[in-house]
């Protein structure tokens, strides 16, 4: 399973209703580092597949979910299960220090 | 066993790799959990020699790793936690593993430096940053302002009017750092205003910027001054402390002698954790060459 691409309009059923924990990489096109995060997060979708739904939401394009969770610093990835945020990591880091904050997040 | 063990990955430490690993030296580098450096936090970058239309900063260095595997360098994305240098060969850990090696070359850069203030810390990404060209579209029509004097502060500032309604310049002195053409760009921008001989003591706001507490340093008055975004350029802590031993100067700096070398043998330094000089990603380079032939040949006279 690929990443998700979260909208505002899907983000309630597929991210917070959600059965699995999620991890929300919030990006936008204009920024940097973010793609840098990009592929990581790509990669993840396929390590955790099945265990944790990962999947990116454009700041741009969903000003609503990323307003609600006071997004204003990009890359922030953040950890959610049962519909409440764990973890927020803000600014662009290495697939190892994901790895690390979500295991973290999910108590593992 | 490597022969060279290089801690940090910004454009030093990528560059001491691409050179030692050409020299067929077996090459580790212990990139860090934020791998790349400063300029994973930059967009374009215009004045890198090679790239006529500028390159964006995460590409570059993007570019220099996959240089550096190319040519045969291990990377690993860990933190360097703890080192040993008080004997040879030298050990340096991870959170995982521990590695030896021969040589080593510090390239740990230099990490931004907030202001250390209430109300700061649990606001960062909330409102305060240190990343303009990250951040500047969520101030889209937000007044906002900018700490520092130097070259920094006056990019931020220009960066963030493409976005923000007002962009202030607060400074504690009243002459700037920062050269006269960035001074003057950020002048000549009707955007950009100044309050100098100030220091900001608190920000304000629960869960996010509202405002800050100014003290006139002149007068010592204090007032309350509105805003919804802070951008810290004050300058750079030099990521030094992991490295026991290793002589520093005051400011935390490595003190380099006679070419790239430390005070221990075989430990040598590169980039901005020694160089608050230039800072540039080009010079960081540069020292990472140097360094990584400094190495060479010391491994060289090692085996005579």
């Known amino acids: 399973m690929a990443d998700i691409t979260f909208t505002d309009s899907n983000f309630k059923q597929q991210a917070l209703e959600n059965n699995l924990p999620v991890v929300v990489d919030f990006w936008a096109p204009w ?23 990962v999947g990116k939401l454009n700041v741009d394009e969903n000003t609503q979910t990323a307003g609600e969770y006071g997004v204003m610093s990009i890359p922030t990835v953040m950890v959610f299960r049962d519909g409440k945020p764990l973890k927020s990591m803000i600014g662009a880091q290495g697939k190892e220090s994901y790895k690390k904050a979500i295991s973290e997040a999910l108590g593992q | 066993m490597y022969d060279v063990i290089i801690i940090g990955s910004g454009p030093s430490g990528l560059t001491a790799a691409i050179y030692n690993t050409r020299a067929s030296l077996k090459t580790l580098v212990v990139a860090g959990l934020k791998w790349g450096g400063q ?15 500028g390159i964006q900063g995460p590409d570059l260095m993007a570019n220099m790793r996959k240089q550096a595997e190319h040519h045969g360098a291990e990377i690993v994305d860990m933190d360097a936690v703890s080192v040993d240098f008080s004997k040879r060969p030298f050990t340096v850990k991870t959170d995982e593993k521990e590695y030896q090696g021969k040589a080593v070359i510090i390239s740990t850069g230099a990490d931004t430096k907030w202001l250390g203030v209430p109300g700061e810390q649990e606001k960062i990404g909330r409102g305060i940053s240190s990343c303009a060209p990250c951040d500047a579209p969520f101030f889209r029509e937000k007044s906002v302002i900018v700490a520092g004097g130097g070259d ?105 002698h006679d070419h790239f070398h ?43």
């Not at chain 2, 020694?274 to 400094?294: K, N, S």
């Open chain 2, 262 to 304: 430390t005070n221990i043998e075989g430990v040598f330094v590169a980039g901005d954790v020694y160089d608050h000089q230039y800072m540039q990603a080009v010079t960081a380079a540069g020292f990472g060459c140097a360094a990584a032939l400094e190495a060479e040949r010391w491994l060289e006279a090692q085996k005579v």
């Open chain 1, 31 to 53: 920024c940097g580092p973010c793609r840098v995060v990009s592929p990581i997060i790509e990669e993840l979708a396929k390590e955790y597949e099945g265990k944790l739904v």
């Open chain 2, 39 to 53: 300029l994973m936090l930059t967009t374009e970058v215009e004045n890198f020699p090679g790239f006529p239309e």
């Open chain 2, 152 to 256: 920094s502060a006056m990019e931020e500032a220009i960066v963030l009017t493409r976005f923000a309604k007002e962009v202030t310049i607060i400074h504690r002195r009243d002459v700037f750092k920062a050269s006269q053409v960035m001074i003057d760009k950020a002048k000549a921008n009707p955007k950009i205003k100044f309050i100098l001989d100030s220091t900001i003591e608190e920000v304000l706001g629960a869960e996010k910027v509202t405002g800050v507490k100014l003290k006139d340093n002149k007068t010592g008055e204090v007032k309350e001054l509105s805003t919804e975004g802070l951008f810290v350029a004050i300058g750079h802590i030099p990521n030094s402390k992991v490295f026991p031993g290793i002589d520093v100067d005051e400011k935390g700096f490595i003190k380099a």
